[in-house]
């Protein structure tokens, strides 16, 4: 059975800094997409950020517009981590905020965390 962990959410102020990470465990095979996405409160559930497994230790990246030159995403291969580095943080970026990944344990799959509450405000 396949479980994604996050932490590091949590309260700030306008223009910090928050770091979340997102831990896969269980029986995977193999990890292709790791993601990050968001849902601010009565809003639709958008994508933040994702890596995509290149076979090299790094992988290739995407982000959201909202989000470009102030969020980094990053893998720890090893760790089966993704991290969501949070910089110059605004009060529009207050959000549940989930991990995904495409991966493939017994099957390939999508899998998806329990969420973490990141709450931008002074």
């Known amino acids: 059975q396949v479980q994604l962990v996050e932490s590091g959410g949590g309260l700030v102020q306008p223009g910090g800094s928050l770091r979340l990470s997102c831990e896969a465990s269980?029986?995977?095979?193999?990890?292709?997409?790791m993601d990050w996405y968001r849902q601010p409160p009565g809003k639709q559930r958008e994508l933040v950020a994702r890596?995509?497994?290149?076979?090299?230790?790094?992988?290739?990246?995407d982000y959201a517009d909202s989000v470009k030159g102030r969020f980094t995403i990053s893998r720890d291969n090893a760790k089966n981590t993704v991290y969501l580095q949070m910089n110059s943080l605004k009060p529009e970026d207050t959000a549940v905020y989930y991990c995904?990944?495409?991966?493939?344990?017994?099957?390939?799959?999508?899998?998806w965390g329990q969420g973490t509450q990141v709450t931008v405000s002074s």
């Open positions: 269980g029986s995977i095979v193999s990890i292709y997409a």
């Open positions: 995904h990944a495409d991966l493939r344990s017994s099957y390939r799959g999508s899998y």
């Open positions: 890596i995509i497994s290149d076979g090299t230790s790094g992988g290739n990246t």
